[in-house]
């Protein structure tokens, strides 16, 4: 496995390499927070609101507090007076974000106080005991329900109402005018799902009362975000917040926001004396509290097409409802339109956005954030108009993908798609399901009076974000661009070691970033250290710095190649000064000795060792010039951002597009309405790839979350807000046997944007969802039904089915045919 010396340099990015992380995780020696024990620990529970809309008229800790073994309690009207209420993203915002609930809670689940005791189990216990009494209120549980202001969640606020913005390209009344068919659609639904990781949050606090500094270890999954909020809510100078991840047993977004936990667990620390406190959260405090995905309603959408179905121009008036709380938000209300006209050529387009508050658990960056919501909408159009029009699935999809030879194409509000191949993708995927003979089996179903549909869903997954795209949401947000750090060293005894500014939750980030630094060092990425976790003392890192948006194979890679490549210039002149060669004479390789530099001309060499020793320990032989020279070296890396225009909503909102091309033969049984998968495949195009079976296990993790959002996992609630599934008994997450076998593909068009061509990957952009709700519509279109909502289990098929049959009154898609 050694680069020798004298022969061709082997390159490891593209290499199936086994993962570095395996070996440890795999003997069970991964560290994870839950795995922290700390001298004089101390451990707390929450107590929470069973109502989903209440004031609260008295909270009576005094059973708790009496209670052997009890520290201290919390309670929101206690912390008021010590902080300041959590940042909020959007304009003009009167929203008061505690991490307690203060005056009245808003939505089932919400703290109202907490418990601090010796062990978890009398935590436990302690919380049964704290009485609150509540005055119940008329709780709001829809995003449409919420516009009507009928019941105020914020009072201060006045509305329900978060953010509206109208985003408009074209001539889009024109395009109506001159269409030959006209399709209306009145109502879509996209529905609440979470990421449901293996591993809950976790947070161990301390305020240290010595010396005034606040010590987390957590599985935050962006902590350079969470110590911004923190800071500015505990009243405490940044640089005093020292925040460390380990392991992270995954987190797919969902883990950015438990930054309010992080809060309550710094003031029970501080409380407590400065001992440090632990919180373990349990499924169903995740399940109820920690965070959703975004559901969004989609109404009054118009499609204008041309006599061939080429989508010409789209209206549509979408309503997104973000929870109790905005916290993350209305950063979605934006984002989505990274991917403005999904795959499609549509140049001309109108909607409506609007973000409100509602009863229900708040929202966060769920694996395909606000973007999945709307690439489902604009599947759901594709796959409907082909239907009223008659044209095949795939035909449709053919006549208005964006075309290969227009990239690097940029879309109705200048966003810039970096590559592509979405009509090869499609040919790649019809060719391992084998399209035809499915069509002829389907076909052969039909007469027998079995529903046998054929679906396809293309979507894409935008990764490293502009943050200026906030600035379209909030004028005066002080976000634009993005950035990464990375350093890259020889320690004492010559050990090449690599730290990044990322929290990785099982992406591979310690053998990707060794496969990097091997190919700028010629040596095997068995010799690189890369460490574990993230620390914001020890990493470098910037604003920006955590594991989200599809971004680490462009801004965390390209942070580690920039490192390495510093470390490698400074290594290649320390190594010509002392081998008496010029630089150029001077490769890498290696030798009899280990990683060593050679001069090509005299054959001497000096290994790794030879190098740190002389930098660090050695350093009297050095000349005054070469005192620069430190062989450990910082790196970050900017994104080629530019601020939008706010006003137009108009500019490059992230760097690159990966796409996923899915397709999905699905049967609903007549007599249970049970849906089977029968066959599936799933094609990926993410650039160069760094490490074929990781991105393979990435593409498999995606298809797994969005099976399982679209049959089995929804975040269901009733009518005066009592969420339904806060068990896996209930919510029923997709597992092992569930999950159908998978034909996998790829394609790879790199991207001009990164150094490697590769792009970011890993979310999915939820193409499941699309493709099983096309499939779906495809089995059941002869029957009338048109598929409206992005969860279809048994159930709702059942009732779409009976429903139809009891009321053909009214269609939700109406089809106009223009005189020509």
């Not at 992270?248 to 883990?255: D, E, L, Q, R, T």
């Not at 209300?333 to 409506?352: E, H, L, M, T």
């Not at 890192?541 to 490192?563: D, E, I, K, P």
Request: charged share 20%; hydrophobic share 40%; with cysteine.
């Amino acid at each position: 496995m050694a680069n020798k010396f004298g022969g061709e340099e082997k390159k490891w990015v593209g290499k199936a390499l086994p993962r570095k992380e395996e070996d440890r995780l795999l003997r069970g020696r991964g560290r994870f927070a839950d795995d922290i024990k700390l001298r004089d620990m101390a451990y707390l529970r929450f107590v929470r609101s069973p109502y989903a809309h209440a004031r609260i008229i008295s909270i009576d800790t005094s059973a708790a507090e009496a209670l052997a073994g009890v520290v201290c309690t919390l309670t929101g009207k206690e912390i008021v007076p010590q902080t300041q209420p959590f940042i909020e993203i959007g304009p003009d915002s009167k929203v008061r974000d505690y991490p307690f609930a203060v005056s009245k809670v808003r939505y089932q689940g919400e703290p109202v106080a907490a418990v601090v005791a010796e062990s978890a189990s009398i935590a436990d216990d302690a919380a049964e005991l704290v009485r609150v009494e509540y005055e119940a209120l008329e709780p709001v549980m829809d995003a449409e329900q919420a516009l009507q202001d009928n019941s105020i969640l914020h009072e201060e606020a006045g509305t329900n109402k978060i953010w509206h913005g109208v985003f408009e390209y074209g001539d889009v009344e024109k395009d109506f005018q001159d269409a030959a068919f006209v399709v209306r659609i009145d109502r879509l639904h996209f529905h609440r799902f979470s990421s449901t990781p293996l591993e809950n949050n976790v947070v161990i606090g301390e305020w240290n009362l010595k010396d005034d500094r606040i010590y987390y270890s957590c599985n935050n999954s962006f902590p350079s975000f969470a110590i911004q909020f923190l800071s500015a809510h505990l009243n405490v100078h940044i640089d005093r917040i020292r925040v460390q991840t380990s392991d992270i047993g995954g987190s797919f977004g969902i883990k950015i926001t438990n930054y309010p936990q992080m809060a309550v667990v710094a003031l029970a620390s501080k409380k407590a004396g400065g001992r440090p406190v632990k919180w373990v959260e349990t499924r169903s405090e995740h399940m109820t509290s920690s965070a959703h995905g975004n559901e969004r309603t989609f109404r009054d959408t118009r499609v204008a097409l041309d006599k061939n179905g080429l989508i010409t121009a789209i209206t549509s008036r979408h309503i997104d409802d973000c929870g109790a709380y905005p916290r993350y938000e209305p950063l979605g209300c934006v984002i989505w339109s990274q991917v403005f006209p999904g795959v499609y050529r549509f140049k001309n387009a109108r909607i409506d956005f609007t973000q409100t508050v509602t009863n229900k658990c708040p929202v966060g960056p769920n694996r395909g954030y606000s973007r999945m919501q709307h690439l489902w909408f604009l599947e759901r159009v594709i796959d409907i108009c082909a239907h009223e029009l008659g044209i095949p699935a795939d035909e449709m999809r053919m006549r208005n993908y964006i075309r290969p030879e227009e990239f690097p194409y940029t879309t109705p509000n200048g966003c810039v798609y970096d590559s592509g191949n979405y009509p090869g993708m499609l040919e790649l995927a019809k060719q391992l399901i084998g399209w035809d003979a499915w069509k002829k089996k389907q076909a052969e179903a039909q007469k027998q009076g079995r529903l046998i549909g054929i679906g396809i869903g293309t979507t894409l997954d935008s990764g490293t974000n502009n943050f200026g795209q906030s600035q379209i949401v909030n004028p005066g947000a002080p976000f634009s661009g993005n950035s990464q750090g990375a350093n890259c060293k020889l320690d004492i005894y010559g050990e090449v070691v690599v730290a990044v500014g990322s929290c990785p939750q099982g992406q591979g980030h310690e053998t990707t970033a060794a496969q990097v630094v091997a190919d700028v060092l010629n040596i095997s990425p068995d010799l690189i250290t890369v460490r574990t976790g993230f620390d914001t003392e020890r990493n470098v890192h910037t604003g920006f710095s955590g594991t989200y948006a599809s971004q680490f194979a462009v801004s965390g890679l390209s942070a580690v190649h920039g490192a390495a490549q510093k470390l490698k210039t400074e290594m290649k002149r320390l190594a010509a000064f002392v081998l008496e060669s010029e630089e150029d004479d001077v490769e890498f390789g290696v030798g009899a000795q280990g990683p060593e530099l050679r001069a090509k001309r005299t054959g001497k060499s000096i290994n790794y060792w030879g190098l740190a020793n002389i930098v660090n320990v050695n350093s009297a032989v050095l000349p005054v010039e070469m005192y620069d020279i430190t062989l450990n070296c910082r790196y970050i890396w900017r994104a080629p951002f530019k601020v939008p225009d706010k006003q137009r909503k108009y500019g490059n909102l992230t760097l690159t597009y990966a796409s996923q091309l899915h397709i999905a033969v699905i049967e609903v049984d007549r007599e249970t309405f049970i849906p089977t998968i029968l066959d599936y495949v799933a094609v990926d195009d993410c650039g160069t790839v760094i490490n074929p079976p990781i991105v393979e296990g990435q593409v498999y993790g995606a298809t797994a979350h969005g099976i399982g959002a679209a049959l089995l996992e929804n975040c269901a609630y009733d009518a005066v807000g009592n969420m339904l599934t806060s068990t896996f008994s209930d919510y029923t997450p997709i597992t092992a046997l569930n999950m159908p076998k998978i034909k996998y593909g790829h394609i790879q068009t790199p991207s001009p944007h990164s150094y490697s061509g590769a792009k970011g990957m890993g979310e999915g952009g939820a193409a499941p969802i699309h493709t099983i709700s096309a499939a779906l519509q495809d089995a059941l279109f002869s029957n009338g039904i048109i598929i409206e909502d992005s969860f279809n289990n048994a159930d709702s098929l059942f009732r779409a089915l009976v429903g139809k049959e009891i009321c053909q009154a009214e269609r939700l898609v109406k089809l106009e045919r223009r005189a020509s």
